[in-house]
């Protein structure tokens, strides 16, 4: 049976020696899975790791702060946990509404936190209750996240809709990439494609791949 640092080794070979893959970066996506975990794949040389669940997310950092990685946030963003987030995670992939930009830029004086790099999250689905703001609303939300003094544009991550081709989906996604480099010049990353379609999402211009089980085996049965 192979270990995490064997599947993270033969993954990074396969991206690697992917077209488009040299220069992406490969975010481990840890969730359910104990610290200890965390700490081999580490020992390897990963240093981005992935999580969205915050209590998991925010223990597991505090926890091996020591290890100088960077958290990425894949999950969905509550404006009530916002800033709880920022605290601990580098890059947020998930902002899909002013309203999360306006609570990362609350908070009482003294309550600063640091400038967060930022994805805008498009909901790919005809699903309003999915993650991920409307293509008709991405403009204006870029715009915003653009201006917010507590987060760095740096473009745009979607998750592959379950019944569509990852393919066509990521061709849609790359469309609403473009729309928000014009708004943005520096704004030119675009985080998608997971265990099952990075290769897909290599294709159509992803820089991010957020990559679990083909990495980390399956998860515990009771996280």
Known sequence: MSTAAERLAAVRDEIASAPHGADATLVVVT?????????????????????SR???????????????????????????????????????????????????????????????????????????GRGGVDPASLEALAERVEASPAL??????????????????????????????????TARWLSAGMSQDWRAALEHGATHLRIGTAITGERPSTP
């Open 54 to 128: 915050h209590p998991e997310a925010r223990d597991k950092a505090a926890e091996l702060e020591s290890f100088g990685l960077t958290w990425h946030y894949v999950g969905q963003l509550q404006r009530k946990k916002a800033r709880q987030v920022a605290r601990y995670a580098h890059v947020l992939h998930s902002i899909d509404s002013t309203a999360i930009v306006d609570a990362l830029e609350g908070g009482e004086p003294g309550d600063e936190l640091p400038v967060r790099d930022a994805f805008v999250q498009v909901n790919l689905t005809d699903d309003p």
């Open 31 to 51: 969730k359910f899975h104990p610290a200890s975990l965390v700490q081999e794949l580490a020992a390897a040389g990963q240093r981005d790791m992935g999580e």
């Open 152 to 185: 760095r544009l740096l473009g745009v991550m979607a998750i592959a809709p379950l019944g569509e081709e990852p393919a066509s989906a990521f061709a849609r996604l790359a469309t609403y990439a473009d729309r928000v480099h014009r708004i943005a010049p």
